[in-house]
């Protein structure tokens, strides 16, 4: 059975907000495999342990640019929030993401292969990148982007730095912006319910489900009398309907208006909204946790065997 560490049960607490004796139990539960244990935290502890499964801990900028009738979307990472304020590391992000509009690179390796100079370093992009790393004392890289050049029109929203926004629509730019503004709020993963990722769907089925039979076990315990299979089947299937329209665009209501669906304010505008891109630093990528102590401890012991 895989060890389970403190920096594992601080790592799930903190994803789901669940008490650390459950986070602990499920991930002895699921031998160490930390979405398996996320699951079962919400079968046990329902909603309340998914709150937090949004948060990110990779530190960097999100940069948006425009060239002509093409948008770019870039995130750029780095170690610590404090090279986030550098100059030099802004610089090169926001170059970054106007070189991704103006040439359409095919990839990462192809954006860093394009001209650019800045602080001395060149004559590529990925030569300033590395020649900024030596300068700054610290790891960058260029994780994604996103580029818009389709012929409809581009929206986009900045929120600071961590998150971005692009909407392709067609119609009102303000309506647009206000998607934008929505997306970056409620974070939704498709335009419409048809269009969640089959296996974001098959994993709320499976959490539902697996609730469902924790309530019958706990029913059984109590001495209550069981749901029948077809009542189980329909709540099961309640829940994750439930979740498709919390989940995406055009059925969420509007943060502006909740009186009305993203849809229903679209059609007030007259305005149709083809896609959208989200980007939110660093999600899903994990942040490594030192332990300062064991670093220090480390040191010492070094020091005395040199």
């Not at 030099?88 to 993401?97: E, H, K, M, Q």
């Given at each position: 059975m895989a060890a389970i560490t403190a920096s594992m049960v601080a790592e799930l607490r903190g994803k789901t907000?669940?008490?650390?004796?459950?986070?602990?139990?499920?991930?002895?539960?699921?031998?160490?495999?930390?979405?398996?244990?996320?699951?079962?935290?919400?079968?046990?502890l329902g909603?309340?342990?998914?709150?937090?499964?949004a948060r990110v801990t990779a530190e960097g900028v999100i940069t948006i640019a425009s060239a002509g009738a093409a948008s770019a979307m870039l995130e750029v990472n780095c170690e610590t929030d404090f090279?986030?304020?550098?100059?030099?590391?802004?610089?090169?992000?926001?170059?970054?993401?106007?070189?991704?509009?103006?040439h359409n690179p095919a990839d990462v390796a192809a954006l860093g292969a394009l001209p650019y100079t800045q602080d001395g370093f060149g004559p590529t992009l990925e030569d300033v990148r590395r020649g900024l790393i030596g300068k700054i004392g610290e790891n960058m890289t260029f994780r994604r982007f996103n580029r818009c050049s389709s012929g409809t029109q581009?929206?986009?929203?900045?929120?600071?730095?961590?998150?971005?926004?692009?909407v392709e629509f067609e119609g009102d730019e303000v309506?647009?912006?206000?998607?934008?503004?929505?997306?970056?709020?409620?974070?939704?993963?498709?335009?419409?319910?048809?269009?969640?990722?089959?296996?974001?769907?098959?994993?709320?089925?499976?959490?539902?489900?697996?609730?469902?039979?924790e309530d019958a076990s706990v029913a059984v315990a109590a001495g209550k009398p069981v749901q029948s299979a077809e009542i189980v089947t329909k709540r099961i299937e309640g829940g994750v309907q439930k979740y498709l329209k919390e989940v995406s665009l055009f059925n969420q209501s509007f943060v502006k208006n909740d009186k009305q669906t993203v849809e229903q304010m679209l059609k007030e505008k007259a305005t149709k909204v083809h896609g959208f891109s989200l980007y939110v630093v660093g999600e899903g990528i994990e942040k490594k946790v030192d332990d300062f102590a064991a670093e220090v401890a480390a040191q010492i012991a070094a020091a005395k065997a040199g």
């Open positions: 907000d669940a008490p650390m004796m459950e986070c602990k139990k499920a991930l002895t539960e699921a031998e160490g495999d930390m979405v398996k244990a996320e699951e079962l935290l919400r079968v046990k909603s309340k342990a998914g709150k937090a499964a090279v986030t304020k550098n100059d030099s590391f802004l610089g090169l992000a926001n170059a970054a993401a106007a070189l991704v509009a103006e581009v929206a986009s929203y900045l929120h600071g730095t961590r998150i971005g926004v692009l309506a647009a912006k206000d998607v934008a503004m929505h997306v970056a709020a409620m974070k939704p993963v498709s335009l419409s319910s048809a269009e969640v990722p089959p296996e974001l769907v098959a994993r709320e089925r499976s959490v539902a489900a697996a609730k469902a039979a």
